[in-house]
């Protein structure tokens, strides 16, 4: 037998080198693709759009979602939204009330022969610096006393004879909410003491203190501001008009950006800004055409909701945007008028959001936009420059909407329908998805941290971050006819991705102040602040 | 992160050239009569493995790895019943040679 046949091979042959190098390749091609997916996940350009300017952050292409005329159904007599319809309104009218009522129970003062009823007032500190912590703005007074609905004004008697349920809601907000925040934020305040910084610490608004006819014709603060525009620039057409408006609208901190007409039934009917009048005003004839944008939350902030989020911060990008756009506009000669959440609105935004083609109603009553869910804030500027106008859009939210139902199983308030459709709901003679607007307030005032839930907002599996992953689901979602990737998508999100029950984001005894997700390591106080504090989270 | 740059995805790629000839030459040595469709059946399976882990690591990146935990688990399963049914039919070719 020749030798070379009968002693073994020393070493790896090349042929097992090749197999071993494949093998250990294709195992690091396993961790290269795991790597990849952590970078992917974590890239802080995938946070939908806040963090830089420019038209690339409205990156879906709306024209193969373009519907003719408005998605919404009217079904009745439709008219402008009144003042006692709206929570905010509501409130404001509703301390009126107490405060009359307060008035008239008190015992005649000593003008009028009856006993001093008064201490007198306590000299005003000299400085800010003086006044002690225990005087800090609060949540109105400790004990309130909500007066029988026919001791309001004409208005709101008529309002809660016809909806006798939204009076008891009101009462308990003022009677038993209130007073319970107070108890809530002097125990548990501490622990949110970051949070309630970044909130307040956003402050931009520019009051607007006279009438659109006067106000919408002068050029903004600044150097030089303050004087009449000047007679309008032409463009050269409103197709160019509205594709600078859009680009600068990017550039001035606007994520996403459309344009629509002005429908008068979508403006207040009462207190105009600057007007010094809260009753009826007609819509300003150079209110022509309206710019709606949307401005996306700081993500990791908005992740923690409700109670260690904040609204404040796409709140003030919003408006900032919305002063920069209103004066841009002025300089070229139009009138114009910006309504954004720290200026004020004289119009209600879903359905100017929906008509300029930003997006579609959602089950939760508020707006989907294809780039960043709900994950965003709306501001508007009116104005009479010749635009050309966009379409609403239709990318399947009824139908997703119709089977998710998240929002409504996640909200601590119960505050969303959880009906197949929305058949039986009509405002003001438009049909769409509507919420209690009183009990989902009601829990606003329960919430801590920077005040609002946004529970909503954030649960809504549109409202991701702007990774392959759900880009890829969302351009699936968006283009199947037969529903399947819908229950797919929607079966996936209820079964990996878990979250507190809704109850838990209650205060305690009923809950712990949940968050949706852990606040970010920055807004934690524990970590930077050396005070001592209760975590409602954990019983304390 | 190395792993976002445009060099690692260039190196990630250039693996591909050493697991396509030593998955051709195993192929050969455990006699699986490999044919194109079979060929065509491994590499969706090897390329479905690397979406699921791509996938999967980019939920845990993003700040939610409980569910991009339990995800691997479930794709996991799928990909070993996938895995037990493609090497059945990769060695159907096998016995059918030898008998």
Redesign the interface.
Known sequence: MPKEESTPKKGVSR?DF?????????A???G????????????PS?LTGWQHLGDNTQFVDRRPLEIDGLPYEIVGETRRPAEVESVFGRGGLIMRGMMSEMRSRRPPGPEAGGEKSRPEPEKPPEAVGDIPPEAAPSYGPPRMKMPAPDRFGPALTEYYRKFPDIYELDKVRMESILPRKRQDTAKYGDYYTLIDAWSACWSTGVPITEPPEISDFKTGGGMGGGRRIREPVPFKSPAHASRLIKKVAHHFGAAMVGIAKMNPDWCYDHNLRGSGDRGFWEVPKHWKYVIAFGVPHQW?QV?SNPNCGSSFDAYSRATIAAQRLENFIKELGYPARRHSPMDGYDLIAVPFLVAAGLGQQGRHGIVITPEAGSNFRAAFVTTSLPMEIDKPIDFGVNEFCRDCRICAEICPSRSISFEDNNEKMTTRGYRHWEINQTSCFNYWMQSMGGLGCRLCLIACPYSR?N???HAMAREIDTRDPTGLANDGFTW?QK????WPKAEEYLPPPDGRFATF?EPPEWLKTGNYLDIPFLDPTKGE | MITGTSIFFLIAGALTGLVIPAAAAGARDLGLGMRWWKWLLAGAWYLLLLFFVFMDFTIIGEGEPAAGMKMLLFQGVILIILGVGLVRVLRAGRKRKSS
């Open positions: 042929r090749l197999k071993i190098g494949g093998t250990v390749a294709a690091a091609q396993v290269a693709a795991a790597g990849a997916g952590l970078s992917a996940g974590r890239d995938t990791e992740n971050k990774n392959w992953v996936m079964t990996f991705f878990k997700r």
